[in-house]
């Protein structure tokens, strides 16, 4: 009996400290966040000099809008099959609140597709699209596009002549704008932009 009371202490312990280092992430942006700090971001550039992109499916861990960052954190599985967690950085709270984002826009849970602007930093990146899936295959997703391709872009302008407005973002700030994308028009998308995430990429 007392073996067993031991075990299960133990287990408890266990499971706070993995949440602790689960969201130390997160912990370190309120840090920055008090302390009124701001980093510069050092994006990861191909030999030509331009940005890289890369693009992956994950789910969202936890996304919080706030200073001098909001953030949003994807778990995905890597080729080799080994789990690997992304922190992006998004625009801060006033900008984002603005525009119409809210912490319902994405929520821990979601099964989404993002391309990320890589940081110099590993597993770190400025968000520029996430496609948030629907709760079912037949349901309808949101697409929301920020870093890299907002205003009048050739990506912007492609996005726009195929696909309706969530209307849930204010995208005359030419920051970020949202887009309802059916199973079918994603389809559509995916055979005329091929490859991963093709539809937002240059």
Partial sequence: MHRNG???K???RTAIV???FALLPVLSLFRLESAGAHH???PLLLPSGEQTIETFDGSVRVFRILNPHSAIIIDTVTEDGSEESWLLELSPRAQLAREGWTDETVSSGDPV???VIPSRTPNRGRLRAILVHGDTPAADAQLLVAYG???NTPVMQRLRERLPVCGTIDASYNRTECFTVSSQAL????AEF???MGYVLP
């Fill in 18 to 20: 993995q949440l602790v």
């Fill in 40 to 42: 510069s971001f050092a």
């Fill in 194 to 196: 091929p490859g991963h």
């Fill in 10 to 12: 133990r287990s408890a």
């Fill in 6 to 8: 031991q075990t299960r």
């Fill in 113 to 115: 597709s993002v391309a």
């Fill in 149 to 151: 391709i907002r205003g």
């Fill in 187 to 190: 389809a559509d998308l995916e």
